[in-house]
């Protein structure tokens, strides 16, 4: 078992930045993938940003050159750094952790709302 907790959401100005924090909890050994999806209203969950255990990273085109994902393992946390925020960013941010058996672990989320 895996426990996510996500912090680090708010209101913040077009063009701000935010650092999203995801930490873990249990199992965090048997981690492989942990990455940031995101759920806007009226929209379906999509794929943000992910980082694997040997540190692979991956983006979605939309935050690319905007987002920065990154873990810590001693800590058992990754981090989400979002720069030049635009309203399209807003949602509610979801952490989601997947072990190398295949099980998938989610957070409750986090609100991000960009906003003048």
């Known amino acids: ?33 942990m990455a940031w999806y995101r759920q806007a209203p009226g929209k379906q969950r999509e794929s943000v940003a992910g980082v694997t255990s040997a540190g692979s990273t991956n983006y979605a085109d939309s935050v690319k ?19 030049s925020l635009i309203p399209e960013d807003t949602a509610v941010y979801y952490c989601t952790a997947v072990t190398f058996a295949g099980y998938q672990y989610w957070g409750q989320g986090t609100q991000v ?3 003048s």
């Open 1 to 33: 078992q895996v426990q996510l907790v996500e912090s680090g959401g708010g209101l913040v100005q077009p063009g701000g930045s935010l650092r999203l924090s995801c930490a873990a909890s249990g199992s965090f050994g048997s981690v492989d993938l």
């Open 113 to 115: 709302t960009v906003s």
């Open 65 to 83: 050159g905007r987002f920065t994902i990154s873990r810590d393992n001693g800590k058992n946390t990754v981090y989400l750094q979002a720069n």
